[in-house]
């Protein structure tokens, strides 16, 4: 019988065609140089990236910063071996925007691939979060690497919520989701009440 992690994954590699090489980022977590101040360059809250207020429209271009990219505990930073600048970040820098399920219930397994085709199975080292939002909605998130995080876009966000099922956890019932033997509390159904 076929892994279903492995299957909600590899139909996400699928979708990228077969130009895609998938190899690994740079070991930036690794590299340590010398902080050279901030540099003009946003992440707005939508993905989009930006450079001296105008939005950057090459994806090979974003995508190539986004493997540079990395979160010091202090600012978000573009890191090479020899410089590392700030750049602002609206939100996280950045979002699903597909997501293959395979399964159900605990067995459950879920992928996504982000705007910059980074591509995550959910698990102990990519779990999910969940944050209100002003509005009192759910906003879900999906950890990529390092402290890295990308937003559920509001279809996947439906999507997503649409598999949660309630838990007791602690004595109180939750809502959440179940992926790959964890569950990944949401709220409390008490407290849900046009909140998703």
């Known amino acids: 019988m076929s892994n279903p992690a492995t299957n909600a994954l590899a139909r996400?590699?699928?979708?990228?065609?077969?130009?895609s090489k998938r190899k690994g980022p740079p070991p930036v977590e690794r590299w340590n140089p010398t902080y050279c101040g901030e540099i003009d360059m946003r992440i707005a809250a939508d993905g989009s990236w930006h450079y001296m207020g105008s939005p950057i429209s090459r994806p090979a271009l974003v995508r190539l910063f986004s493997t540079v990219l990395r979160k010091d505990p202090e600012r978000y930073v573009l890191v090479t071996p020899v410089e590392r600048v700030g750049i602002v970040v609206e939100d996280v820098p950045f979002l699903a925007v597909e997501m293959a399920v395979e399964g159900a219930g605990m067995e459950r397994q879920i992928a996504f691939r982000?705007?910059?085709?980074?591509?995550?199975?959910?698990?102990?080292?990519?779990?999910?979060?969940?944050?209100r939002d002003a509005f009192d909605g759910v906003r879900p998130y999906v950890k990529v690497r390092g402290d890295l995080w990308a937003r559920l876009t509001r279809s996947l966000a439906w999507d997503l919520i649409s598999l949660g099922e309630e838990r007791e956890m602690g004595g109180e019932i939750m809502f959440g989701v179940a992926v790959g033997g964890t569950f990944f509390p949401i709220a409390p159904v008490s407290s849900l009440d046009g909140a998703v």
């Open 12 to 19: 996400l590699i699928e979708a990228l065609g077969p130009d």
């Open 114 to 131: 982000t705007n910059v085709d980074d591509l995550v199975s959910i698990g102990p080292q990519n779990p999910l979060r969940f944050e």
